[in-house]
């Protein structure tokens, strides 16, 4: 069974830094785009970062100059510098990554979006 787990997270001070790690596991053949999104208490889920298999990027505007998404191919991970955090940065942190998985069969399948459970941090101000 194909998941990715997260982990990194964790309570920091307000300009203080942290590293968030996804690792997708199982029967994996090929991973196309991963990214990070983040939900915030009473707010929607929203993409903070994204990468593709060939390596461009995309941020959301709050985060360019402080975060930065990357990925090590051979090891089905991808990573999440977050550095001079902020308080509003405060969030369940979520791993997503659309990718090709076989079965035990030999069966090749496509999960266009795999989600993982999820790392808390917190920001104090």
């Known amino acids: 069974q194909v998941q990715l787990v997260e982990s990194g997270g964790g309570l920091v001070q307000a300009g203080g830094s942290l590293r968030l790690s996804c690792l997708a596991s199982?029967?994996?053949?090929?991973?196309?785009?991963m990214g990070w999104y983040r939900q915030a208490p009473g707010k929607q889920r929203e993409l903070v970062a994204s990468?593709?298999?060939?390596?461009?990027?995309n941020y959301v505007d709050d985060v360019k100059g402080r975060f930065t998404i990357s990925r090590d191919y051979a090891k089905n991970t991808v990573y999440l510098q977050m550095n001079s955090l902020k308080p509003e940065d405060t969030a369940v942190y979520y791993c997503?990554?659309?990718?090709?998985?076989?079965?035990?069969?030999?069966?090749?399948?496509?999960?266009?979006?795999?989600w993982g459970q999820g790392t808390l941090v917190t920001v104090s101000s």
């Open positions: 199982g029967m994996i053949v090929s991973i196309n785009a």
């Open positions: 997503n990554a659309g990718l090709v998985g076989q079965s035990h069969a030999g069966a090749l399948y496509r999960l266009l979006e795999l």
């Open positions: 990468i593709t298999s060939g390596g461009s990027t």
